[in-house]
C-alpha cells in the first residue's frame, strides 16, 4: 500500500491521496474514478476533508496570539494578560473662555460651564462637537475692570455625548452592559447606579484596573472588549466589588469620538447663550485639538499586550514605562526613558521621559499631563517624580561615494544612484529617527555594498548638524550637544544677520582649536568665532567654546537679527572625529559652564536624543550644502 502523505491538505492532493488508496483495493483495482459515479463521492470525500483540516488550523491558529488573524480571538488572548485593547480617542483641545457683560437677572456670584455644553466646529467638510471634559466652576472677578466668568484651560473632548442605560436583572448582577456606539472613548466613561425605578438615588462608581484595592464593598467597575469588538462594563461579585442587585438601572455616559478626523482643529464656536440675552462671549484658543485616534488594531494588539503583561501594572523599570506609554497614547513612536541617575549632573528621585510623535501628529502638553496623571503616576513608587524631556534632533549629512564595477551589472549608473538613495532613506526610517537609536558606520555601509553584485566598496563623509530656532533680536546663549567627538576646523554655519558692538553683520560660526589640541587625537577645548560671511574677516573672535571630547558647543551671548536664505533655524554642522564614525545616543560625561560663572549647574538630559537624516537641498549663496549627496565612481574589470 502506497504512503499517503498527511500534510497534503489541498484538495487535488487529498482527491490523488484518496484515488491511491482506493486503487490499492481489489474491488476497486479496475476503475476509471475519473469515468465513474465514485468520482463524485472521491470528490465530496476531498471537499470534507479539507473544510475540517482547514477548521482544525484555523482553532490552532486562533489559540495563539503571534498566529490569530480574528479580532475577537487577539482581544479575548491579551485579556488573559489583563490587557484591554485601547478603545478610540477623542481629540482633546484646550481654550480660554470669557463671559462678560452678565445680564442683571443672574445674581449668582459663581456659575458653572456643564460638560453637556457643546461647542461646534468643522474641518476638511465635516462638523464635530466638542465638549468640556467635565463641569467647570469659576466665581466672577474682574479682569481690566471688567466684570465676568473667566475660565482658563477649559480641556473639550470632540464627540457625541451617549447615554445608555440598562435595568439589572439576576441574570446581570456582575454585568456585562454594553456599549452600544463602536467609537466609545472609555477614558470619557462615566458609570452611575440608580437603586430602582422607583427610588431615584444614585451611586457613582468608579473605573478599576487593579484588583488589590478592591474591597467586597468597592463602587467600582471593570471596562473589556467584548467578542463583537464593542465594549462592555462588568461590575463586582461581591467578592472583588460591589456586586448589583436586581432592579438596579445602571446608566452610562460617554463620548463616541470621530477619533484623528478630528485632530488639527484650531476654531469653535461657543453655543448661543450660556447665561442670558445680552451676554458677551470670547474665546481663545491654547491649543490645537489632537490627541485622536481609532480604535487600536489588531497588529497593536499583539504588539503591546505581552510588553504590558510584563509590567505586571507597574512603573518601575524603563520597560516598564515605555510599555505602558505605548499602550496609553497611540500618537507616540517611540519613548526614551532613563533615571536621574544618569544626568550630569546627577538628579536623583526623578525619572525622566522623551516623546517622539508619530510623522504628522505632535504630543501636546495636554497628553503629556494625561499619561502623568491616568498612566504613570498610579503605577510608580511614590519616591519617583516623573518629568517629561522634549527630544533632541541631530541631522546626519552623508556624502556616499561608491566603486563598483560597470562590467558586472545592467543597470545604468542612475538607476544605481536611485537603489542608494532609496537605501539610504530606508535605513534611517526604520533603523532610526527613533529615540534611543544609534547610528553605525559599517551596518550602513555593508547595506550598501550588498544592493548589488556590482558593488566594490563605500565611502561614507559624515556631517552632524544642529538646528535651533533663534529667538530674534535678543541676545541668548545657545548650546548645541552634538554628543559625539567633533574634528577640529570642521564647524561651520548657515550665514545669518547678527549684532555685534552695535554693528550688523552678515556672519557664519567656525572654530578654532586651543593650543595643544593636535593630531591625530585632537583632545581638548576651543573657540568659536563668528567670520563675515563675505570675506571671511573675524569679527568675534571668542564667540563661543567648543569641547572637541563631548561635543558640545556653546554659543555666548549670541544676539540674530535674521537667517538668511530659505531657512529659518540657525544650523550649525561639524564632522566626527575619524575615531567616532559609529554616532551615538548615550550621553558623553560633560561639565557645564555654567558651574564658573557661580550659576547653579543645570541638569542635561540624558537619552533625549533622536538621528535623523539630513535631506536638506544646496544653497551655496547661504552657505548650505547638499544634505545627502550619493556619488558613483565606475571600474572597468579586466576579465
Known amino acids: 500500500m502506497a504512503v499517503r502523505k498527511l500534510t497534503e491538505l489541498e484538495f487535488d492532493q487529498i482527491k490523488s491521496n484518496l484515488k491511491t488508496f482506493l486503487s490499492d483495493q481489489s474491488q476497486y483495482s479496475d476503475y476509471d474514478f475519473e469515468a465513474s459515479g465514485l468520482s463524485v463521492l472521491i470528490d465530496l470525500l476531498a471537499y470534507n476533508t479539507q473544510y475540517n483540516a482547514f477548521l482544525a488550523h484555523m482553532v490552532a491558529n486562533e489559540a495563539f496570539l503571534d498566529s490569530a488573524v480574528k479580532r475577537n480571538s487577539v482581544a479575548s488572548i491579551a485579556k488573559t494578560m489583563g490587557y484591554t485593547a485601547r478603545s478610540a480617542r477623542a481629540s482633546a483641545a484646550v481654550v480660554n473662555l470669557n463671559i462678560t457683560n452678565i445680564p442683571s437677572s443672574y445674581t449668582n456670584g459663581s456659575f458653572t460651564l456643564s460638560k453637556e455644553k457643546a461647542f461646534t466646529s468643522s474641518s476638511g467638510g465635516r462638523t464635530f462637537k466638542f465638549y468640556p471634559d467635565r463641569d467647570y466652576t469659576v466665581t466672577k472677578t474682574t479682569v481690566s475692570g471688567v466684570d465676568g466668568f473667566y475660565f482658563t484651560n477649559v480641556r473639550m473632548v470632540e464627540g457625541i455625548r451617549v447615554d445608555n442605560s440598562e435595568i439589572v436583572d439576576v441574570n446581570t448582577l ?76 445602571v446608566r452610562l455616559n460617554y463620548i463616541a469620538a470621530s477619533g484623528p478626523r478630528a485632530n488639527g482643529i484650531k476654531s469653535f464656536t461657543p453655543p448661543s447663550v450660556f447665561i442670558g440675552s445680552g451676554e458677551s462671549v470670547s474665546l481663545s484658543l491654547v491649543s490645537e485639538s489632537s490627541g485622536g485616534s481609532s480604535q487600536e488594531s489588531v497588529d497593536s494588539i499583539r ?57 504628522g501628529l505632535v504630543i501636546t502638553q495636554d497628553d503629556k499631563d494625561t499619561l502623568l496623571r491616568e498612566t504613570i503616576v498610579p503605577r510608580q513608587p511614590v519616591s519617583i517624580t516623573a518629568e517629561f524631556v522634549d527630544p533632541e ?165 549670541l544676539q540674530i537679527s535674521s537667517i538668511q536664505g530659505s531657512t529659518t533655524t540657525l544650523n550649525v554642522s561639524c564632522q566626527p572625529h575619524e575615531s ?11 561639565t557645564s559652564d555654567t558651574s564658573e560663572t557661580g550659576a547653579a549647574v543645570i541638569a542635561k538630559p540624558s537619552k533625549n536624543y533622536i ?16 544634505g545627502t549627496k550619493v556619488s558613483l565612481t565606475a571600474r572597468v574589470s579586466d576579465s
Do not use: C, H
Open 174 to 249: 456582575s454585568g456585562p452592559v454594553l456599549m452600544a456606539n463602536p467609537a466609545v472613548d472609555t477614558t470619557t466613561l462615566t458609570v452611575s447606579v440608580q437603586e430602582s425605578i422607583s427610588d431615584t438615588s444614585s451611586t457613582t462608581f468608579t473605573f478599576s484596573d487593579n484588583i488589590l484595592d478592591v474591597k467586597s464593598t468597592s463602587n467600582v467597575f471593570f471596562v473589556e472588549e467584548s467578542l463583537n469588538g464593542q465594549y462592555e462594563v462588568r461590575f463586582g461579585d461581591g467578592v472583588v466589588g460591589k456586586k448589583l442587585s436586581s432592579g438596579n438601572i
Open 393 to 557: 534632533f541631530t541631522y546626519i549629512g552623508l556624502n556616499v561615494g561608491v566603486l563598483y564595477d560597470s562590467k558586472n551589472t545592467t543597470f545604468t549608473e542612475g538607476a544605481l544612484q536611485s537603489e542608494v538613495n532609496a537605501e539610504l532613506t530606508n535605513y534611517f526610517d526604520t533603523q532610526l529617527n527613533s529615540l534611543d537609536k544609534n547610528f553605525y558606520y559599517s551596518v550602513l555601509s555593508s547595506r550598501i555594498v550588498n544592493l548589488s553584485k556590482s558593488f566594490i566598496a563605500v565611502n561614507l563623509e559624515i556631517t552632524l548638524q544642529k538646528r535651533v530656532v533663534p529667538t530674534i533680536n535678543t541676545i541668548v546663549r545657545y548650546e548645541l550637544p552634538f554628543n559625539n567627538k567633533i574634528q577640529p576646523y570642521s564647524v561651520s554655519s548657515v550665514y545669518f544677520n547678527a549684532q555685534i558692538n552695535k554693528a550688523t553683520y552678515s556672519v557664519y560660526i567656525t572654530d578654532v582649536p586651543d593650543e595643544g589640541v593636535v593630531a591625530p587625537a585632537y583632545n581638548g577645548k576651543g573657540v568659536i568665532q563668528l567670520k563675515t560671511s563675505d570675506k571671511n574677516v573675524i569679527v568675534d573672535a571668542n564667540a563661543g567654546t567648543i569641547d572637541y571630547d563631548t561635543g558640545l558647543i556653546v554659543l555666548n551671548s
Open 580 to 590: 567616532s564614525k559609529d554616532i551615538k545616543t548615550d550621553i558623553l560625561q560633560r
Open 303 to 359: 504588539f503591546n499586550a505581552p510588553r504590558f503583561n510584563a509590567t505586571k501594572n507597574r512603573a518601575v523599570t524603563t520597560n516598564d514605562y515605555r510599555a505602558l506609554i505605548l499602550s496609553a497614547n497611540p500618537n507616540v513612536k517611540s519613548v526614551a526613558v532613563w533615571g536621574g541617575e544618569d544626568n550630569t549632573p546627577p538628579i536623583y528621585g526623578k525619572v525622566f521621559i522623551s516623546l517622539q510623535a508619530r510623522p
Open 611 to 626: 538621528l535623523a537624516q539630513n535631506t536638506s537641498t544646496a544653497d551655496i549663496p547661504n552657505n548650505v550644502r547638499a
